[in-house]
């Protein structure tokens, strides 16, 4: 079984920036694909970004060139750098893993999720 916790979340001004991590435990996560998801307020979880055991990255059009997905497996940790951020950025931030070395970006491909963080921008 893996654990894994967020942290990093917090207040930001719009144009702002934020570092995401995620520890997971319980076991290595080096040969998962891991990923990030938000859930705003009233609306579903979406994919944000992934990456795949071999460091290939995968991101939402709506962040794509803004936040950086990375990971550092002799921590066991993954991050998400957060650049520019945007009020419409806010929401809770999730980690999640998957026992499978490719990446999606269905909720469903993932096997194991944080708590989540809050990130929230303001204008």
């Known amino acids: 079984q893996v654990q894994l916790v967020e942290s990093g979340g917090g207040l930001v001004q719009a144009g702002g920036s934020l570092r995401l991590s995620c520890a997971a435990s319980?076991?290595?996560?080096?040969?998962?694909?891991m990923a990030w998801f938000r859930q705003a307020p009233g609306k579903e979880r979406e994919f944000v970004s992934a990456?795949?055991?071999?460091?290939?990255?995968y991101y939402a059009d709506s962040v794509k060139g803004r936040f950086t997905i990375s990971r550092d497996n002799a921590k066991n940790t993954v991050y998400l750098q957060m650049n520019s951020l945007k009020p419409e950025d806010t929401a809770v931030y999730y980690c999640?893993?998957?026992?499978?070395?490719?990446?999606?970006?269905?909720?469903?491909?993932?096997?194991?999720w944080g708590q989540g963080t809050q990130v929230t921008v303001s204008s």
């Open positions: 999640a893993g998957a026992r499978k070395s490719q990446y999606g970006s269905s909720r469903g491909w993932y096997d194991y």
């Open positions: 319980g076991r290595t996560i080096s040969t998962y694909a």
């Open positions: 990456i795949s055991w071999t460091v290939s990255t």
